[in-house]
T-cell receptor, first 112, second 114 residues
Framework: SQKIEQNSEALNIQEGKTATLTCNYT??????LQWYRQDPGRGPVFLLL?????KEKRKERLKVTFDTTLKQSLFHITASQPADSATYLC???????????FGGGTRLMVKP | KAGVTQTPRYLIKTRGQQVTLSCSPI?????VSWYQQTPGQGLQFLFE???????NKGNFPGRFSGRQFSNSRSEMNVSTLELGDSALYLC?????????????FGEGSWLTVV
């Protein structure tokens, strides 16, 4: 069955370092991968979307990659700050509507 | 412009009752989706509506239903509530008919079933 997984439930890093979060998918080929940030008690907030024919996408301190051979997406936050502490969710979708399949999320904690 | 608005924000219901949750998408958005979020199962897709038609449905029992009105506002209903239905229910809207565009989430409705 189709599955999308985020390797780490939690990730602790020091302020200023680069945080790298991993998302793997199996048994399907999504057309898009998206990354969201979710703070406790709030709805997810869209960060970046990458298409299957794109290798890399950047937005300010954020970078996402899409490797269709490894069936993996990496999400990087450079020069991390304590304000980046949150749960980050990856989600896949195809061209059949706006249905998203989410990974379990990675809780990132950036320590000062 | 206003974001996705969900009401009520918090509610407590008793087992066996039914509940209706409401979602107002961003103005101009015709796609509305619903998700259930629990600590154990994470975020799971319930259904998606576009121009009043259900386009996709997740793997949930028939107790979960929804609809979309001509003004794109949407409601979801859960009948015969069970304890396991306690969750954060999230609504999301998009201006596009298909993926590849930004999807905006509301803050959710917290449902507790006792």
């Amino acid at each position: 069955s189709q599955k999308i997984e985020q390797n780490s439930e939690a990730l602790n890093i020091q302020e200023g370092k680069t945080a790298t979060l991993t998302c793997n998918y199996t048994n399907y080929s999504p057309a898009y991968l998206q990354w969201y940030r979710q703070d406790p008690g709030r709805g997810p907030v869209f960060l970046l979307l990458i298409r299957e024919n794109e290798k890399e996408k950047r937005k300010e301190r954020l970078k996402v990659t899409f490797d269709t051979t490894l069936k993996q997406s990496l999400f990087h936050i450079t020069a991390s700050q304590p304000a980046d502490s949150a749960t980050y969710l990856c989600a896949s979708s195809n061209n059949a509507g706006n249905m998203l399949t989410f990974g379990g999320g990675t809780r990132l904690m950036v320590k000062p | 412009k206003a974001g996705v608005t969900q009401t009520p924000r918090y509610l407590i219901k008793t087992r066996g009752q039914q509940v209706t949750l409401s979602c107002s998408p961003i103005s101009g958005h015709r796609s509305v989706s619903w998700y259930q979020q629990t600590p154990g199962q994470g975020l799971q897709f319930l259904f998606e509506y576009f121009s009043e038609t259900q386009r996709n449905k997740g793997n949930f029992p028939g107790r979960f239903s929804g609809r979309q009105f001509s003004n794109s506002r949407s409601e979801m209903n859960v009948s015969t509530l069970e304890l396991g239905d306690s969750a954060l229910y999230l609504c999301a809207s998009s201006s596009a008919a298909y993926s590849g565009n930004t999807i905006y989430f509301g803050e959710g409705s917290w449902l507790t079933v006792v």
